[in-house]
Each structure stands twice: as C-alpha cells, then as structure tokens.
C-alpha cells in the first residue's frame, strides 16, 4: 500500500483542493483500517480504538480552551458565515453528502 508523507504540503490551496486531500486522506486512513482490522480480533481492535480515542478526547479537551487561534478562528468563522449564510448551507450539504457516500462502504 502506498503512504503518504506526513510532511507533505497539499498541491492545491483552494478550498476544492483541501476538500479533496482530505478525501485522499479519508480514504488512505480507511484502507488502512480495513488492512488491520482483516488480522485482527474484532473485540482487541474495539479496546484500543477506545483507548486511543480516549486519549485524543482528553487531549484535545486540555489544548482547546486555552487556545488563541481557535478562539481568532471561531470568530472568522462565525464572520464568514453571518457574510454567506447561503454558501454556509451548501457547503454544510456538500460535506454531508460526501460523508454520507464515503461511511456507505
């Protein structure tokens, strides 16, 4: 199977082309899960996924308060979408949509 590179910058800056590594990204982390879930006992595999999500969640939970940047991103966001409420939908509806199809298997 072939990886990425971690350090890798995307090719494209729009947000078509975020939109669409992150896709790339989805599904290499997909394929990934389906190559180590086939060698694996399903209840070995639910424990350490919950340990690891645990421990994202407890991390995440810790760095997010106290972070500038999110707090500057969260009012940019809110910025953009009180300017296009109507793109904020479509692009909410996109993001669904494509959630929808790449979680149908």
């Known amino acids: 199977m072939a990886t990425q590179?971690?350090?890798a910058q995307p090719e494209q800056t729009t947000s078509g082309g975020k939109l669409s590594a992150a896709a790339r990204q989805a599904q290499q982390a997909i394929d990934s899960?389906?190559?180590?879930?086939?060698?694996?006992?399903?209840?070995?595999?639910r424990s350490r996924a919950a340990d690891a999500a645990s421990?994202?969640?407890?991390?995440?939970r810790d760095l997010l308060p106290n972070s500038?940047?999110?707090?500057?991103a969260t009012d940019q966001f809110s910025n953009s979408i009180r300017k296009n409420p109507l793109a904020a939908v479509g692009i909410?509806?996109?993001a669904g949509l494509?959630?929808?199809l790449l979680t149908r298997g």
Do not use: I
């Not at 421990?55 to 995440?60: E, F, P, T």
């Not at 500038?68 to 500057?72: A, T, Y």
């Open 68 to 72: 500038d940047q999110l707090s500057k």
């Open 92 to 94: 909410a509806f996109t």
């Open 33 to 45: 899960a389906k190559d180590l879930a086939a060698g694996v006992d399903v209840d070995q595999l």
């Open 55 to 60: 421990a994202l969640y407890r991390g995440g």
């Open 5 to 7: 590179d971690d350090g």
């Open 98 to 100: 494509l959630l929808a």
